[in-house]
């Protein structure tokens, strides 16, 4: 039996698929959530800053102190975790605290259609003779 993996696909709008089947989030007043979740996608490799995160998020109310925004950001995670639960995905952490950084966890293996560009971008400029246009211009003077 072929291990059930998550599908992210963000080139062209953002949708999921976990075992060949659509992840459909519960609640349509999640846009937090799911910009959050995309951050985190975006950033899986090294993650991003919590700060980083808490501005983006929360950058329009400038009233709230920075103790209630990092509160907010929490609750917010809290409940991203409990979204991706109850859409299906299988019990997970999903969202890992490390020194100020927060990072995409998972036991599900994760295919995103960024990364996969990016590497597909790497081999094109790896591939003899494909170079960039400097590299051309380079090889012309």
């Given at each position: 039996m072929?291990?059930?993996r998550?599908?992210?696909?963000?080139?062209?709008?953002?949708?999921?698929?976990?075992?060949g089947?659509?992840?459909?989030?519960?609640?349509?007043?999640?846009?937090?959530?799911?910009?959050?979740?995309?951050?985190?996608?975006?950033?899986?490799?090294?993650?991003?800053?919590?700060?980083?995160?808490?501005?983006?998020?929360?950058?329009?109310?400038?009233?709230?102190?920075?103790?209630?925004?990092?509160?907010?950001?929490?609750?917010?995670?809290?409940?991203?975790?409990?979204?991706?639960?109850?859409?299906?995905?299988?019990?997970?952490e999903?969202?890992?605290?490390?020194?100020?950084?927060?990072?995409?966890?998972?036991?599900?293996?994760l295919q995103?259609?960024?990364?996969?560009?990016?590497?597909?971008?790497i081999?094109?400029?790896?591939v003899?003779?494909?170079?960039?246009?400097?590299?051309?211009?380079?090889?012309s003077?």
């Amino acid at each position: 039996m072929q291990e059930k993996r998550l599908r992210v696909q963000m080139l062209g709008g953002f949708s999921m698929y976990y075992g060949g089947e659509p992840v459909a989030f519960n609640k349509a007043g999640n846009s937090k959530s799911v910009r959050l979740l995309q951050m985190l996608l975006l950033t899986v490799r090294g993650g991003i800053a919590k700060n980083e995160l808490i501005d983006n998020l929360y950058s329009w109310n400038e009233k709230a102190d920075m103790a209630n925004r990092n509160r907010n950001l929490n609750n917010l995670i809290y409940r991203l975790k409990k979204q991706l639960v109850s859409c299906g995905l299988p019990d997970d952490e999903y969202v890992e605290l490390n020194e100020g950084r927060c990072c995409f966890k998972s036991s599900t293996p994760l295919q995103l259609d960024v990364q996969e560009f990016e590497k597909t971008i790497i081999e094109a400029e790896s591939v003899e003779g494909g170079g960039t246009a400097d590299s051309a211009d380079a090889k012309s003077e």
